[in-house]
């Protein structure tokens, strides 16, 4: 079946400091690829997304390579501030409409 | 666009009573999902809708959890009887189709005691 491996956390970084969270995946065929995000209190955001091999989703200053020959997702940022402490989720979807499957979650800690 | 509605916000009950969670989608979107997510992990899809038919129910607990999307659009997730780690927050999504990604809701905290 479908699973996602994302690095523990958490992260902490200070604050302009270069940012890779890791993902991984197992998939059988072609699947989409999301990173959500979850600020303090909030629900789960979309913030990028690639749904093919070697599309890069961007957003916020946030980038993402979908990698099939290494069945990676890696989410990099080039400077990070305190407003991107969060939990990063990273994701996977069969196509389709189907349901996402879901790593474990990175909590991200910036400080100034 | 309005979003995913969800309601309550929070619950506390304690094990062995039952609870039920509503959620609206965005209007026009034709599939809808549960999930639960447990403190510290990832959310895990327990339910998924098309229109008022169920697509995929395989990881929902059938012996305690029910669901049901009357009319193709609002929607209900029943708990009976809740256990302890039944404890989570209960988040509903939408999404009008394929490739148009997933909106989620803010999702029910419910706490079993």
């Known amino acids: 079946g479908n699973s996602v491996t994302q690095m523990e956390g958490p992260v902490t970084l200070s604050e302009e400091a270069f940012l890779t969270i890791n993902c991984t995946y197992t998939?059988?065929?072609?699947?989409?690829l999301f990173w959500y995000v979850q600020y303090p209190g909030e629900g789960l955001q979309l913030l990028l997304k690639a749904t093919k091999a070697d599309d890069k989703g961007s957003n916020k200053g946030f980038e993402a390579t979908y990698r099939k020959e290494t069945t990676s997702f890696h989410l990099e940022k080039g400077s990070v501030q305190v407003s991107d402490s969060a939990v990063y989720f990273c994701a996977l979807g069969g196509g389709g409409a189907d349901g996402l499957t879901f790593g474990k979650g990175t909590h991200l800690i910036i400080q100034p | 666009e309005a979003g995913v509605a969800q309601s309550p916000r929070y619950k506390i009950i304690e094990k062995r009573q039952s609870v039920a969670f509503w959620c609206n989608p965005i209007?026009?979107?034709?599939?809808l999902y549960w999930y639960q997510q447990i403190l510290g992990q990832g959310p895990k899809l327990l339910i998924q809708f098309q229109n008022n038919g169920v697509v995929d129910d395989s990881q929902l607990p059938k012996d305690r959890f029910s669901a049901e999307r009357l009319k193709g659009v609002d929607s209900t997730l029943k708990i009976q009887p809740a256990k302890l780690e039944d404890s989570a927050v209960y988040l509903c999504?939408?999404?009008?189709?394929?490739?148009?990604?997933?909106?989620f809701g803010s999702g029910t905290r419910l706490t079993v005691v």
């Open positions: 209007s026009g979107h034709a599939t």
């Open positions: 999504a939408s999404s009008p189709g394929t490739g148009y990604g997933y909106t």
């Open positions: 998939a059988t065929g072609y699947p989409s």
